[in-house]
């Protein structure tokens, strides 16, 4: 009997990864790719000797990439190999503060301690309440489908039904992180934690404190190769298993015969199958795929706000700083401000907290010899329309006088190489709408139950997985997301 086909419209981490997942499971698998390179959002670049990665830089659950080869039946370190970081991040404060967080627990919590005065039995408590919300939110929010009645019948999800008071979702991250600590710069360290899914502090759920206990307990890793190698590595995986990628192949329809897929378009050209999964953002499949069928859109879905953007200068740097490791954070003096201008504002805050990921700390080859390659990077709003090239000169200028003060250098007389990539860049190399960067936002209180399910409930076959969909952004829910929707195709 022939092998059923499915069409994969994205070769992101989740269309890779769902690929390799339907072949393994029997399927015969072909991805279209609107750019010339796989990995979406998660890409590369060389300029002047430097290598950038150009999306994420952090890496947490690794154990879901190394899965998929071991599902295929070969040994995960012929491919992609990583090593845990002693310490996850550094992070440098306006009033001269310096913290490192160690992996270790126990050395964090003493250095969290000593850093902050806030006694160590409040940072032990807020761990096992993070710890807590993990237990019981990760077998039915993040590893499942949340739209299919099976999840519900299941014992896990009862348990976690009847635990569903303590995951703390009427509360704002910054309002119980505020009544943990006393400390102002212990609730900063912990209200940082809603920009992993681009989301607000000071209005997302409490429940998104479980991302500590993702970070920290399971921790941080680097990959041999830089953070493209896990493309790499999969593609290279899903090859020999028999994937067909098609680049330069961007999608122009999803055609539908009635409510039923019947194949896609590209290049006006109809390739046949009964299950697409789209792995192009959710409000981009619809507006843009489907753009004749809008009774079949969800709409309510579509409306809601999206997460937030970035803005990223990549810097060759002529120097090499020892007071930086490979994840560096500065704090804003004021954090509320800062994402007020975020949220309320939709423009940039003059104090921004910077992000600073310096990949050749632990792949020398990644910059010139004595050099550095630096990728600097602030949250900024979805894209709606904003002079960008204004609120980039006079946030390059911010963040150069910051760095340059809190580390004692000139910065601006250190850059050799720069490039920069702003909201309006990343919607259009990787059909983000508003360039967010993970979906929907999370600032509701119901946010994880409002994301667009892996399955259309209005078009037979067609089948979504990615950031923009259940269980969330990142990398490791993009990989949740392609076993929600395998499993749920076959
Ligand atoms: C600056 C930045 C920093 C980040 N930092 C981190 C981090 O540190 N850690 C982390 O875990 N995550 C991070 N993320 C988030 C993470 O990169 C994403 O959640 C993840 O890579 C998204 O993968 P995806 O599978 O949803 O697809 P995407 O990467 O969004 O890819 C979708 C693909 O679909 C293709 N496509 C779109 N339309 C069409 C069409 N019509 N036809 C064919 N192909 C099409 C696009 O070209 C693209 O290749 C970051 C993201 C960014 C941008």
């Known amino acids: 009997m022939p092998k059923k086909k499915t069409l994969i419209i994205g070769a992101g981490i989740a269309g890779i990864a769902t690929a390799i997942r339907l072949t393994v499971k029997g399927y015969d698998v072909e991805v279209f790719e609107a750019n010339s390179y796989p990995g979406g959002k998660l890409s590369e670049f060389e300029k002047d000797g430097f290598r950038f990665d150009t999306g994420p830089s952090l890496l947490t659950m690794p154990q879901y990439v190394d899965e998929l080869f071991t599902l295929a039946g070969k040994q995960p370190s012929d491919y992609f190999n990583y090593q845990k970081l002693d310490v996850v991040c550094n992070y440098f404060y306006e009033d001269g503060n310096h913290i490192k967080a160690y992996a270790d627990e126990a050395k964090f919590t003493t250095e969290l301690s000593k850093a902050t005065g806030e006694p160590e039995i409040n940072i032990k408590k807020y761990a096992e309440n993070s710890r807590n919300i993990y237990n019981i939110t990760n077998h039915v929010f993040l ?27 009427m509360r704002t991250m910054h309002k119980a992180n505020s009544r943990f600590f006393k400390d102002d710069r212990a609730v900063q360290f912990f209200d940082r934690y809603a920009t992993y899914n681009g989301s607000n502090p000071y209005s997302a759920p409490a429940t998104l404190n479980v991302i ?67 792995n192009m953002d959710v409000w981009f499949t619809y507006h843009n795929l489907l753009k004749d ?64 990921n310096i990949s050749s700390k632990y792949k020398s080859d990644d910059a010139p010899a004595a050099c550095e390659n630096w990728f600097v990077m602030i949250n900024v709003p979805a894209n709606t329309g904003q002079d960008w090239d204004g609120l980039i000169a006079n946030a390059r200028k911010n963040i150069i006088d910051k760095l340059s003060r809190l580390l004692g250098e000139d910065i601006n007389q250190l850059i050799i190489s720069e490039s920069t990539l702003d909201p309006r860049g990343i919607e259009s190399k990787t059909s983000s709408y508003q360039g967010s960067i993970y979906g929907t936002s999370s600032n509701s209180h119901f946010a994880a139950f409002l994301r667009h399910a892996n399955k259309s409930s209005k078009i037979d076959g067609l089948y979504f997985c990615g950031g923009s969909v259940h269980p969330g952004g990142g990398i490791p829910l993009c990989l949740l997301s392609a076993k929600i929707v395998s499993d749920w195709v076959a």
């Open 143 to 169: 590893e499942r489908s949340l739209h299919q009645l099976k999840t519900y019948l299941s014992w896990n999800t009862v348990r976690s039904i009847l635990h569903l008071p303590q995951i703390d979702a």
């Open 293 to 356: 069928h809008p009774k079949l859109h969800p709409q309510k879905i579509l409306q809601q706000e999206r997460s937030s953007s970035a803005l990223i200068f990549y810097w060759g740097i002529n120097q090499q700083l020892a007071q930086l490791d490979l994840h560096n954070i500065f704090f804003s003096a004021d954090y509320k401000a800062e994402f007020n201008h975020i949220w309320q504002e939709k423009n940039i805050y003059r104090d921004p907290t910077i992000y600073l």
């Open 212 to 278: 500590p206990h993702i970070e920290q307990h399971f921790g941080a890793y680097f990959p041999d190769g830089g953070m493209y190698s896990i493309i790499t590595a999969l593609v290279k995986l899903a090859e020999s298993l028999g994937v067909k990628f098609y680049y330069n192949s961007p999608v122009d329809e999803i055609a539908l015969d009635g409510r039923k897929v019947k194949g896609i378009k590209v290049n006006g050209e109809l390739h046949e199958a009964d299950t697409v999964v789209s």
